[in-house]
């Protein structure tokens, strides 16, 4: 199904040229590197990472609807599932960071430890729980000291399946007149399949097969920071896929391999034999001067679109020439780091902060 996609020509375009330099300008360099930008005809994409989660507790259909109201172009539900074998969203299998699981008596004796993908992790797993039981659960806001606006929305939502979300999806689509897209990621799908036998891959095919949803007409994009699974979906499903890739580590099911060698033009190229987007981590975007690393040319080279995660606008999550004010939640400046993204042409970028995003391409394109 990977089609390979058409570049066009790099061009030095005039306007796009300013963009750069004063996106550098803003953000304090001294100095503008020498780049090659990328073409693009249509528009950075807007994807809702966990929905308007800047705004309402994460994986909730209250933030993914907010999300869509606010113009994303996709919205993006992790998942997991039950241990009645439902797709549900959270964005981890653990899930006393996102429920008042930890505060119900009723499930105390559930605790558990876990190693998931290196890592040793105590709490509750949605694995160990029926969708009936997650039913009696409610969401909590996810980073509570920097998003304090959202504690007053805990305890308000359930945790959604993701037969409730692709509904919803439909219904806004209906309102809105505009066709909008699903993004779902795979949470730790070898450590489900080793530790509970449960294969995600093969829920995730089958709901989006009942669905209709599994076809190249769908607007439909499947991610992991797993290769298995990917190269298992490239044979499955007609939808894009994308292949995540963090700053350290590398992936659970393939430890004899490095994000960093992912992210070299050979495996890059490697990347571009089963998928059709490379997603990184935005810190290997630039380095700490901001100034452009490889991976944006290599991915060109390798026929990949380049989608990056995860823009923020509080100051906790934005690099020191960015931040305004002293406050962890006070809002940095997102207008030079989408205008810096949107140079190098970057096709795609997840957010917290839909509106602000879409706010923020708007002046850009008045000024052009």
Same mark, same amino acid.
């Given at each position: 199904?990977?089609? *390979?996609?058409? !570049? @066009?020509?790099? *061009?030095?375009?005039?306007r796009l040229i300013r963009a750069l330099f004063a996106a550098f300008t803003i953000i304090g360099l001294a100095t503008v590197f020498p780049i090659e930008i990328r073409a693009q005809s249509d528009e950075m994409l807007i994807i809702a990472h966990r929905g308007a989660s800047g705004e309402r507790p994460e994986?909730?259909?209250?933030a993914y609807e907010r999300a869509i109201d606010q113009g994303a172009d996709y919205i993006e539900p992790d998942l997991v599932v039950t241990k009645d074998l439902v797709l549900i969203a959270r964005h981890e299998t653990e899930l006393s960071d996102t429920t008042d699981v930890a505060s119900r008596e009723e499930f105390e004796g559930r605790r558990r430890e876990k190693t998931i993908d290196g890592q040793r992790v105590a709490g509750w797993f949605a694995e160990d729980f029926t969708l009936e039981e997650i039913r009696t659960l409610r969401a909590r806001e996810r980073f509570?000291?920097?998003?304090?606006?959202?504690?007053? &929305? $805990?305890?308000?939502?359930? *945790?959604? %399946? &993701?037969?409730?979300? !692709?509904?919803?999806?439909?219904?806004?689509?209906?309102? %809105?007149?505009?066709? !909008?897209?699903?993004?779902?990621?795979?949470k730790h799908p070898n450590f489900l399949l080793q530790e509970t036998g449960i294969d995600v891959v093969?829920?995730?095919? @089958?709901?989006?097969?009942?669905?209709?949803?599994?076809?190249?007409?769908?607007?439909?994009?499947?991610? @992991? &920071?797993?290769?298995?699974?990917l190269q298992r979906l490239d044979r499955m499903v007609d939808v894009k896929l994308a292949q995540l890739i963090d700053s350290t580590g590398g992936p659970a099911d393939e430890p004899g391999i490095s994000y960093s060698e992912m992210g070299?033009?050979?495996g890059l190229a490697d990347i571009a034999s089963y998928a059709d987007i490379v997603a990184p981590d935005m810190r290997l975007l630039f380095d700490a001067e901001g100034a452009p690393l490889d991976l944006v040319r290599d991915s060109i080279d390798a026929g990949l679109e380049l989608h990056t995660w995860?823009?923020?606008?509080? $100051?906790? &999550?934005?690099?020191?020439?960015?931040?305004?004010?002293? @406050?962890?939640?006070?809002?940095?400046?997102?207008?030079?780091?989408?205008?810096?993204?949107?140079?190098?042409? !970057?096709?795609?970028?997840?957010?917290?902060?839909?509106?602000?995003?879409?706010r923020a391409l708007a002046v850009l394109s008045d000024e052009q």
């Amino acid at each position: 199904m990977n089609m *390979v996609r058409k !570049i @066009s020509q790099i *061009v030095a375009n005039e306007r796009l040229i300013r963009a750069l330099f004063a996106a550098f300008t803003i953000i304090g360099l001294a100095t503008v590197f020498p780049i090659e930008i990328r073409a693009q005809s249509d528009e950075m994409l807007i994807i809702a990472h966990r929905g308007a989660s800047g705004e309402r507790p994460e994986h909730t259909l209250a933030a993914y609807e907010r999300a869509i109201d606010q113009g994303a172009d996709y919205i993006e539900p992790d998942l997991v599932v039950t241990k009645d074998l439902v797709l549900i969203a959270r964005h981890e299998t653990e899930l006393s960071d996102t429920t008042d699981v930890a505060s119900r008596e009723e499930f105390e004796g559930r605790r558990r430890e876990k190693t998931i993908d290196g890592q040793r992790v105590a709490g509750w797993f949605a694995e160990d729980f029926t969708l009936e039981e997650i039913r009696t659960l409610r969401a909590r806001e996810r980073f509570p000291t920097v998003r304090r606006a959202n504690l007053r &929305f $805990n305890g308000l939502y359930q *945790v959604p %399946t &993701f037969e409730e979300i !692709i509904h919803l999806v439909r219904a806004k689509e209906v309102e %809105t007149g505009r066709r !909008i897209g699903l993004y779902p990621e795979l949470k730790h799908p070898n450590f489900l399949l080793q530790e509970t036998g449960i294969d995600v891959v093969d829920l995730l095919v @089958s709901e989006l097969r009942k669905e209709g949803l599994d076809g190249a007409d769908a607007k439909v994009i499947l991610q @992991s &920071f797993e290769i298995g699974p990917l190269q298992r979906l490239d044979r499955m499903v007609d939808v894009k896929l994308a292949q995540l890739i963090d700053s350290t580590g590398g992936p659970a099911d393939e430890p004899g391999i490095s994000y960093s060698e992912m992210g070299s033009p050979s495996g890059l190229a490697d990347i571009a034999s089963y998928a059709d987007i490379v997603a990184p981590d935005m810190r290997l975007l630039f380095d700490a001067e901001g100034a452009p690393l490889d991976l944006v040319r290599d991915s060109i080279d390798a026929g990949l679109e380049l989608h990056t995660w995860t823009l923020r606008k509080e $100051n906790a &999550f934005l690099p020191p020439k960015l931040r305004r004010g002293d @406050s962890e939640s006070a809002t940095g400046d997102i207008q030079a780091l989408v205008g810096l993204l949107r140079a190098q042409g !970057i096709d795609g970028v997840f957010t917290d902060h839909p509106e602000a995003v879409a706010r923020a391409l708007a002046v850009l394109s008045d000024e052009q």
